[in-house]
């Protein structure tokens, strides 16, 4: 065990998310919550019966990273697409109140993604997915491809949410990694993955899969601590990325710095009710503390608070700079387990 940086000494890192110009590109959807109660099974099937109290629609996927970002303090863009139809015209009012710029091209002939969630009790009943998983439009896909090229060199992060919907291909991959390599600044690049599009991040700055989606990316089993080391380094291998980040739900995260560097942080969580969105939250905290210049250990660090925070919260939360403060205030110091080579704690 090595101790890490006392949480308290974090907290000087927050106040350098304010107005960090990050960039999201990936899969937006609208994520759609019926909340109530079950008093009930239904005389029809055995099925409980759902009496809805409220309902609420907020930005998800790519969305949901963008408006933790804003809510952590930085400046996110985001650049999507949506349907044509109510649900995208929606989310563009959604993403508004949530201060976040985007730009969206909106395809006549596809719907946007709508995940509802009828939750009961705290807890998830049921999903209901409407998605398609056609790529873009050629016309989207120029969209996104040159707003990429005149984007990426004022940013200092880009993420990179792929939820597999059809907007991560191999042409706006090209044009990213072609922005990035014509930009005289370099932003660094996050990939929130999915395996089917393993092979289109290759020089990812950082992969962050959870361990389910990194097994199925090695092609391999996952679950014991050499199940995840096999695995992290066949996606060093084969994305040829810089840093490795892998969730590994209860048992915190698994941070590869190097092939030989690991280090697992344990998780922050106090209580779990729902683990909706917690992935974004991780991701843009990565972003915002990289982006605010620290190393990638530090960085992790937050980001693990934050889904401490997310998960104890219904649905998908947004988490915010303030809560994430209170967090660090009254963490008890954090003991890393080292997997792998030689750990060296940052300077807060």
Request: glycine letters at 8%.
């Amino acid at each position: 065990m090595t101790d890490g940086p006392a949480p308290r000494t974090l907290l000087p890192v927050l106040d350098q998310f304010a107005g960090q110009p990050i960039l999201v590109l990936g899969d937006l959807m609208c994520d759609h919550y019926l909340l109530g109660e079950v008093g009930r099974i239904s005389p029809e099937a055995p099925v409980p019966v759902v009496r809805v109290r409220s309902e609420r629609h907020t930005a998800g996927g790519a969305g949901n990273v963008a408006r933790n970002l804003a809510a952590l303090g930085a400046k996110p863009l985001l650049l999507s697409a949506v349907g044509d139809d109510d649900a995208g015209r929606m989310l563009t009012a959604i993403l508004e109140a949530d201060g976040v710029e985007a730009i969206l091209a909106r395809e006549l002939d596809r719907p946007t993604t709508i995940k509802t969630r009828i939750i009961a009790q705290n807890q998830q009943v049921v999903r209901v997915d409407r998605e398609t998983e056609a790529p873009l439009s050629e016309t989207g896909r120029v969209l996104l491809t040159q707003s990429l090229r005149r984007l990426v060199a004022s940013v200092a992060v880009v993420v990179v949410s792929d939820y597999a919907k059809g907007v991560i291909d191999a042409a706006v991959m090209a044009a990213l990694r072609e922005a990035v390599q014509a930009s005289a600044r370099k932003p660094l690049v996050l990939v929130d993955p999915k395996p089917v599009n393993r092979d289109l991040y290759a020089g990812a700055d950082l992969l962050t899969p959870n361990l389910k989606e990194a097994a199925e990316m090695a092609g391999l089993p996952g679950g014991s601590r050499l199940d995840i080391l096999k695995a992290g380094l066949a996606l060093f291998r084969r994305c040829h990325c810089r840093h490795l980040c892998i969730t590994l739900g209860p048992e915190g995260i698994a941070l590869f710095r190097e092939p030989s560097d690991v280090l697992r942080i344990p998780t922050a969580a106090r209580r779990v009710y729902d683990v909706t969105g917690a992935g974004d939250s991780v991701m843009a905290a990565l972003a915002c503390g990289l982006a605010a210049g620290r190393d990638v250990l530090t960085a992790c660090m937050l980001a693990n608070f934050c889904a401490g925070i997310a998960v104890s919260q219904v649905g998908a939360a947004a988490v915010t700079r303030e809560e994430l403060a209170e967090a660090l205030r009254q963490a008890p110091p954090v003991h890393l387990e080292q997997w792998l080579g030689t750990a060296v704690v940052p300077e807060p």
